[in-house]
């Protein structure tokens, strides 16, 4: 076995440079995947934990220069689901089985604390796991959601590189970005995070600070995922990331983080039709579809070529289902917590 790979599986840790040198180096990528997916297996067994995705609003007050939901981008018809349609989303979901609801939007200010507040309350009073992606906010607001039964938060910090994400996400600020980050952990929050894969300009040492800072910080999921360009904004001449780096990301992660949770994301299908079982072989243990209806789906348009956009949410549960048992892994009916591969019901 290649030695880099040997000992990222033994021990766990990797040096910058020897992680560059695993991603620049292509004739091992079979065996990276391989070593992930032993790495998920021996830490996790084969369970896959499903998420339910509502996406609740496509108003997004940022301008982030790669998404299609920036504020600027005036070719997209907006929605802003009600909270009557969140919750009656939120119970088809919990009878299709899903045990996690992830409530993911734009930054959109008329969500204000009061009134996600009073969603959660009831989405939890459907005996779920509930994961929030909605953003910065303040550390007075993600102390209510969590009060009010939040247990999970995704924010990517995108990118580790601080000039390029400033760049990339106008008028954001990367301190701002790592504030949200720690005072989510301080809150008891499981954190997730996770970078985009292919932004103009980010380098294999950027993505090799990106695997390292996920380590430090100690995230409990991470979404990783190819930039995929969006004819709607600035950066749709620009050239998008790659369906292999991405993964090679994804796997390099597990074999250092071995028991978080890592989503085989929706961006990695858009590119390769197979993509979110090849990932679930390479070290994924998650997969997160869409359980929002109608002409939603399609307008929570972050990039092109979004899979499911036409398909309902009871067609999504079967499909996603038959694949998974077609690899002969299991679906889980546990709430899909960090780790604990001695739950009977895969946590
Ligand atoms: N390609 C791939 N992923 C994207 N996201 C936003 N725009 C794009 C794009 N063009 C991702 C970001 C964000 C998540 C909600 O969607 O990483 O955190
Ligand atoms: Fe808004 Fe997130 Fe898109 Fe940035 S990436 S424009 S914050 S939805
Ligand atoms: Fe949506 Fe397969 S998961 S169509």
Redesign the pocket.
Known sequence: MNSLIKKAKETHSLTKDEIISLLEDNSINEELFKAADEVREENLGSYVHLRGLIEFTNICKRNCLYCGLRRDNKNLKRYRLSEEEILDFGKKAVEYGYKTLVLQGGEDDYFTADRMVSIIKKLKALNVAITLSIGERSFEDYKKFKEAGADRYLIRIETTDKKLYEDMDPGMSHEERKRCLRDLKTLGYEVGSGSLVGLPGQTLSSLADDILFFKKINVDMLGIGPFIPNEDTPLKDAKGGDFTLALKVMAIIRLLLVDINIPATTAMETLNKNGRIIALQSGANVVM?NVTEGEYRKLYALYPGK??TG?TPA??RS??SSKIHGIGRIISDGYGFRGNKNSPKGN
């Open positions: 579809p899979i499911c398909d067609h999504c499909c996603i």
